[in-house]
């Protein structure tokens, strides 16, 4: 084992399972743990808008880690509850009349293309290769021919080990002049997420390993002045406008806690992470490709730690799934098909290991998997 | 001191401040410190979907109890990041067509009535008597003769000690057929909250003195089936209304802290609390009715535990506040005039004690208060 992934491993408590489920939520460390809990004491103590002040210096530098992380200014950074309300606050505050088409392609997660329509937005599809990746020139044409107001995408699956190109979309975008929208709620921490997108969003609590509770949302300075929000008076009238995006009455102890993950995520170097993640995909889906009953339904090469297997005997996913936590004490995720509707035609088992997974934890989820 | 006083003051960390401040935020117990940290370290231990899966009867019964502090069902509340996510909740379910007009006294918190506007509502101011209360018969006849769409009350407000008449409130409009909603951010934990109105919202992180980034929305089972909710493809199409407004990824370490908050502060006994800081109110206004610069704005018997002061003698609010902490260890809140501007002329220093307030403490804010 690497060195640093040793360290990775010894920083965190003792797992109680084979914890191979990061796109469910990571395994924080007792850095991050120690932190939300040492600034819950805090507030107690002081009174919650003293402490809060009292780390308004780690504030500061998380805004401008993760404006770094999604390749936006300190400014454009908004934190809130999670991903979700990110994409809330972000469609409630980008000019796009109803009636709009968002432009995504067909393994795009369900929950966003709901909410989409629930703002009266249509979802355009986009073309894909085979493995579900946006096909670029194809894209290239739409663009011209008939663009869509926004693309969306999801930079990692949540369903499947599916990477998106975001950084190739996100020029060709610019170039036609239609906003970039990325969830990056599982590639923050995971892959490249300073992309060049117009907006991005993400969470806290998978692949940075930090607290539930916290996510953000980042726009591009050239997009703030566009930016429809509503400047409470409270705040003042002189900030930049996505900070009047951020959540005020918050998990703060949260915040605090993210801090620390992330800057423990840079200390590995996040360079040296997505390599490491790539290579535990491409260990995972050989290591389960033979497992009968089961089989991969990624690119053998997918650059991202995420694997799915669809069932072959017609298992039933979430029964594997309590079966594997309960009598093999292995965690994974049974993904219904209402993560990615467009594309999913039944049930996949997720399996979504960090750093630290070893050959010998593949072999004893193959072993499981059997029975 | 009375025992269950002392006791209140002994679960909890010593505090480093004179904390008159619960307004703002209370101070929270050890158990509940300890119940969010515990939670948070099974969730990087096991995963943080089957830690939630642990503590699921825990949450059930905090449903219950928050439930029955709103007076609603358990399947009639949802839990949010904050009680503004819980009125931006409402203000997106409940049909209520762009332009109607929400009744409201003028002590109304600023930031809800800017909320009401930026969803294309109205404010209609209702009539008070000349302490700020809700004037009931007046209340009668708009109601009769020009009734809003919906009457929203902030049951305690904000800025300084004022208690709105809710149950009185909420028998009238029920007979007029216009739903009352209420603000009970600074009502839970502190004064009866299940008053029979048709949506209370709330906060985790002040008189109850669970953790931050927790809210709360409550809404009365004949409301339900009106409510215009994302069914969430994920989340199944079997749920009561009330559930599809609840956050999934969310501070769930925070919801379980709550609980351990509201069991405590049901153990003590909410109307001895609320007796007790009733009592607290009317032992701070006598207490700094006489010190020299400072007026007392309210009520004398306001029945809570807020009072507020005005600069009688050109005192800079924020700096005084400022030097109560850093000269005298004495936690307050300067209220500005956004937090009730159709009501406020000028900045006011809130007080906001809890049960453990002594005439000691009211004594050496009087002396702070001078110099």
Redesign the interface.
């Known amino acids: 084992m690497l060195e640093w992934v040793t360290e990775w491993t010894a920083r965190?408590?003792?797992?109680?399972?084979l914890?191979l489920?990061t796109a469910?939520?990571g395994?924080?460390?007792l850095a991050t743990?120690d932190a939300?809990?040492t600034h819950?004491?805090l507030?107690?103590?002081?009174?919650?808008?003293?402490a809060q002040e009292r780390v308004a210096g780690v504030l500061e530098r998380l805004s401008t880690d993760v404006g770094a992380l999604l390749g936006v200014p300190p400014a454009g950074v908004a934190f809130?509850?999670?991903?979700?309300?990110a994409l809330t606050a972000l469609l409630g505050a980008w000019p796009l009349p109803a009636g709009s088409r968002i432009g995504v392609v067909p393994g795009e997660w369900?929950?966003n293309a709901?909410?989409f329509a629930?703002h009266g937005y249509a979802t355009q599809l986009l073309t894909t290769d085979a493995t579900g990746r946006l096909d670029l020139e194809a894209l290239e044409r739409t663009l011209d021919v008939d663009p869509p107001a926004v693309v969306h995408l999801t930079q990692v699956a949540s369903h499947r080990g599916l990477v998106q190109p975001v950084e190739e979309a996100a020029l060709r975008c610019r170039a036609a002049g239609v906003p970039l929208w990325v969830d990056a709620a599982q590639a923050v921490g995971h892959v490249n997420t300073a992309t060049g997108a117009d907006a991005v969003y993400g969470?806290s609590?998978k692949w940075l390993a930090g607290?539930?509770?916290?996510?953000f949302l980042a726009v591009a300075e050239p997009r703030w002045a566009a930016l429809d929000v509503?400047r409470?008076?409270?705040l003042g009238d002189d900030h930049p406008p996505v900070q009047y995006l951020e959540?005020?009455?918050?998990?703060?102890?949260?915040r605090v806690g993210l801090a620390a993950a992330v800057r423990e995520y840079l200390a590995d170097d996040p360079a040296a992470v997505t390599a490491r993640l790539a290579e535990v995909g491409r260990l995972t889906r050989p290591a389960l490709a033979d497992v009968p009953g089961w089989a991969p339904v990624d690119a053998m090469d997918s650059p991202c730690a995420i694997t799915a297997l669809r069932p072959t005997a017609g298992q039933d996913v979430a029964a594997e799934r309590t079966r594997l936590?309960l009598d093999h004490g292995i965690?994974t995720t049974a993904c219904?098909v209402?993560?990615a509707?467009l594309e999913m035609t039944g049930p996949l088992l997720r399996i979504s290991p960090q750093v630290d997974c070893t050959l010998e934890d593949l072999e004893r989820l193959a072993r499981a998997l059997v029975g």
């Open positions: 965190r408590p003792p797992a109680q399972v914890h489920d469910a939520a395994r924080s460390s743990l939300v809990a819950a004491r507030e107690a103590e002081v009174g919650a808008y003293v809130g509850e999670s991903a979700t309300a369900g929950p709901e909410r629930r969470t609590r607290p539930r509770g916290v996510g509503l409470l008076r409270m959540s005020h009455e918050a998990h703060l102890a949260g936590l965690l219904v209402a993560r509707p």
